[in-house]
C-alpha cells in the first residue's frame, strides 16, 4: 500500500493548507468565539483543502477532544421487543431514534440490567455500564425511585420519558398532559347528558395514574357531577369476569359512563356490555385513558385520548441533549394529548327520574 492510501491526519490537512494544526482543529470544531480569531481567508482555505481531500475526522479522536461519546442511553423498566410492549413502546423508540439521528448520536440500549431480588428492572444493576453513555433516557410505567434518587445525587445526566415526581430533587422529564385531557374528557361526556361518571382503577400507583385521577376529580368537582371511584375485579376473575362483576357495580351505582384508567379493560369491559345487550354508547359509554390493545379484535374506536409517544421520545432527547449542553438543571415538560372522539361515547338513551 503506498502512502496516498494511508488515512490523512490533521496534520496532513494543516501541511496542505500552509497553517498548524491547532488552527485546522479549531475550524473543524467551528471555533469562532471572541478568544479564538481565524483570518477568513484562512478558515476558508482550510476547509477548501478538507474537501479537496475528502478528509474525515477521526471520531474516536473527536471524540476525546469534546470529552463524550455522543452515545445516549435507553433503559428500559419493562421488556419492549414482545409483541404486546413493543405495540406501545414502538413510538416512543421510534422518536429517540428520530432526534439522536437528527443531533449525530448513536444509541445504547441496556437490556441487560438484571432483576433486584423480589423486584424489577434496576438501572445500576448492569454493572455500572449506565455511564457508557453521555446521559440516559429512562422508559417505563413505573420507575424506581432509588434508582432516580442515586441517578440525581452522583449527577448522572438523564431524562425520564414520563413525569416523576421528586426523588432528592426535581426529576428531569418529558410527560404527556393527562389532567388537562382528562378533564377535557369529562367536560364532553357531561355534555352529552352524563351526570354520574364512574372511573376504573386497577390499583397501579405510577404518576401517570395519578395524574388520570387527579384530572377527573377535578373535572366532576368543577363541574358538579358525581365521580365515583372503582376497582377492577381482578381476584379469581378473569377480564371478562371481572368485567361482569364491574357491570353489575355500575349498574347498582346507576353510573351510565365509565373511564377507563388501564386500556386493557376498555375491551372487557364492552364485550361484557354487549354480550348483555346493553348498547354502548347509548347505554353505557366508555372512556379509555389510554391506547387499547391492538389484539382486541373489536370493530370500535374507543373514546379517549392519544398519547404523544412519538412526540414525546423525541423531545426527551432534546431535552436531555441541551442538559448535557448546560451541565445543570433538571428540564420538565408536559405534552398535550389529543382527544379521540371515537365511538364509544354518546348521549344516555334512558336516564332515571331521579336524575
Not at 73 to 88: K, L, M, Q
Not at 171 to 182: F, H, I, N
Not at 269 to 298: E, K
Amino acid at each position: 500500500m503506498t502512502a496516498s492510501h494511508r488515512r490523512l491526519t490533521q496534520r496532513d490537512i494543516a501541511r496542505l493548507a500552509g497553517v498548524s494544526q491547532a488552527t485546522v482543529s479549531l475550524v473543524l470544531n467551528d471555533r469562532a468565539d471572541a478568544n479564538v480569531r481565524i483570518a477568513r481567508d484562512t478558515r476558508e482555505r482550510v476547509l477548501r483543502v478538507i474537501k479537496e481531500t475528502g478528509y474525515v475526522a477521526d471520531p474516536v479522536a473527536r471524540r476525546l477532544a469534546e470529552r463524550r461519546n455522543r452515545i445516549l442511553g435507553v433503559f428500559t423498566y419493562e421488556a419492549v421487543f414482545p409483541s404486546t410492549s413493543a405495540d406501545f413502546y414502538h413510538p416512543f423508540l421510534l422518536g429517540i431514534e428520530e432526534c439522536a439521528e437528527e443531533i449525530g448520536c448513536d444509541l445504547l440500549l441496556f437490556t441487560g440490567a438484571s432483576a433486584a431480588a423480589g423486584g424489577g428492572r434496576r438501572i445500576f444493576g448492569a454493572g455500572g455500564r449506565v455511564r457508557l453513555a453521555d446521559g440516559c433516557l429512562l422508559l417505563g410505567r413505573s420507575v424506581d425511585r432509588d434508582d432516580l434518587a442515586r441517578l440525581l445525587a452522583e449527577g448522572i445526566p438523564f431524562v425520564s420519558v414520563g413525569r416523576r415526581d421528586d426523588a432528592g430533587g426535581p426529576v428531569p422529564y418529558v410527560g404527556a398532559d393527562y389532567p388537562t385531557a382528562v378533564r377535557g374528557l369529562v367536560e364532553r361526556a357531561t355534555a352529552h347528558g352524563h351526570r354520574r361518571l364512574g372511573y376504573v382503577r386497577l390499583g397501579a400507583e405510577a404518576e401517570s395514574q395519578a395524574d388520570r385521577l387527579r384530572g377527573f376529580h377535578d373535572a366532576v368537582t368543577a363541574i358538579g357531577a358525581e365521580g365515583t371511584c372503582l376497582t377492577f375485579p381482578e381476584e379469581g376473575a378473569g377480564p371478562e369476569e371481572g368485567a361482569g362483576r364491574l357491570l353489575d357495580e355500575l349498574a347498582e351505582r346507576r353510573l351510565t359512563a365509565v373511564f377507563t384508567e388501564d386500556p386493557s379493560v376498555a375491551s372487557p369491559i364492552l364485550r361484557a356490555a354487549r354480550a348483555r345487550g346493553l348498547a354502548v354508547p347509548g347505554d353505557l359509554s366508555i372512556v379509555s385513558l389510554g391506547v387499547p390493545p391492538a389484539s382486541a379484535g373489536l370493530d370500535v374506536e374507543f373514546a379517549g385520548l392519544r398519547i404523544p409517544r412519538r412526540e414525546m421520545g423525541h423531545r426527551s432527547v432534546e431535552l436531555l441533549t441541551g442538559l448535557l449542553e448546560r451541565g445543570h438543571g433538571a428540564p420538565q415538560e408536559l405534552l398535550p394529548c389529543e382527544l379521540v372522539a371515537g365511538d364509544t361515547l354518546g348521549t344516555i338513551r334512558h336516564t332515571s327520574k331521579e336524575d
